[in-house]
């Protein structure tokens, strides 16, 4: 049973809105392009693992959670975490492909693109086992002891794996059922699974990145402004009376200024003003900008022109 179901990451979101929103010709393009395909890569190879997950009948009455962010001694930001029958299973998903060489003294992950580029990563037994430890000093908090299993997956068989020692199991997701069954057999059903899902569910937390301007060190300035057109994907669109039109297009839509405003919460900033609306919407008149954002309905703070309206409630991670 899914319990958290697959979300993308708030940083591949982020990025996605921080490239499209820079030109091409800003210093940090290519590498926050870079980034973004990298972040895509890994949220496409969790996808895919837990549609397998979901479709393995042996876990029906199992907890499956994806992107797990608990309070610890250790960061811990598990990308799935199943509950079974007396025991928790952590899965630390890798969706690389060319050649990887785990390496150990010191442990990395060396990665040959099929291009013949090289490049280091921290080998993920580290992460996982980083991972287990927290998970067991949060369960230690909550009065609770249960055994922790971990598993690296690389979801997709485009990858050539070289290990130099054994170590925590590093898997295939086609070999996930029968790694999970092994431990499944060997134990019962016990009222802590649910005990278990209901501390988490408690417990869990929120980890973003934003704004992503000051994250990466980007001046606001740099970003381009107006409304995005979903359609061709061309900037400018004209606010009408009812509508937003593009005239690259021709498209229409009603409410095209509220990914606009997602991406001023997530690019620079929590809250926002009705000067900083028209400036970023490209709007002229503070009139039609006040409109849009009270019809909205978001918390505001301050009066008249000293409003401020809180826009994390836009934001949809979806």
Same mark, same amino acid.
């Given at each position: ?5 697959f ?13 499209t929103?820079?030109?091409? $010709? ?6 926050l ?58 899965? #630390?998903?890798?969706?690389?492909? +060319? $050649? ?13 693109? #099929?291009?013949?580029?090289v ?34 997956? /690389?979801? /997709? ?5 070289? !290990? ?14 029968? /790694? ?30 934003f ?7 980007i001046? +606001?300035?740099?970003?381009? !402004?107006?409304?995005? %057109?979903?359609? %061709?994907?061309? /900037? +400018? ?8 039109? %593009? ?28 000067? #900083?609306? %028209? ?28 409003? !401020? ?10």
């Amino acid at each position: 049973m899914i319990i958290k179901p697959f979300a993308p990451s708030p940083l591949t979101i982020g990025l996605q809105a921080l490239v499209t929103r820079l030109q091409p $010709t800003h210093p940090q393009y290519q590498n926050l392009q870079q980034e973004q395909k990298i972040k895509e890569a890994g949220d496409f190879g969790e996808h895919y693992v837990m549609k397998e997950l979901r479709q393995t009948t042996l876990l029906i009455d199992c907890h499956i959670f994806h992107n797990v962010i608990l309070p610890s001694v250790l960061p811990m930001q598990i990308d799935i975490l199943i509950i079974v029958p007396n025991a928790i299973i952590l899965l #630390e998903v890798k969706n690389i492909r +060319g $050649t990887v060489h785990l390496k150990n003294d010191p442990r990395q992950l060396i990665r040959t693109s #099929e291009s013949g580029e090289v490049h280091v990563f921290t080998h993920p037994e580290i992460q996982l086992e980083q991972y287990i430890q927290g998970m067991k000093h949060f369960l230690d908090t909550q009065n609770i002891s249960i055994p922790i299993y971990g598993a690296v997956v /690389f979801p /997709f068989n485009n990858v050539n794996i070289h !290990r130099e020692n054994s170590g925590l199991p590093i898997l295939m997701a086609k070999e996930l059922p029968l /790694f999970l069954h092994k431990h499944i057999e060997k134990s019962k059903e016990t009222s802590t699974m649910n005990e278990i899902k209901h501390i988490i569910l408690s417990h869990l937390r929120d980890r973003t990145p934003f704004p992503l301007c000051q994250y990466y060190q980007i001046e +606001g300035s740099a970003l381009r !402004r107006g409304v995005h %057109c979903e359609n %061709c994907g061309q /900037f +400018g669109m004209k606010k009408l009376k009812t509508v937003w039109h %593009c005239q690259s297009c021709q498209h229409r839509c009603p409410d095209a200024h509220i990914q606009a405003l997602r991406d001023y919460y997530m690019l620079v900033g929590e809250t926002i003003t009705n000067h #900083e609306c %028209c400036d970023f919407l490209t709007i002229e008149s503070g009139h039609v900008a006040k409109r849009i954002l009270q019809k909205l309905q978001l918390p505001r703070s301050g009066s008249n022109k000293n409003s !401020r309206y809180e826009l994390s409630g836009l934001y949809v991670n979806r």
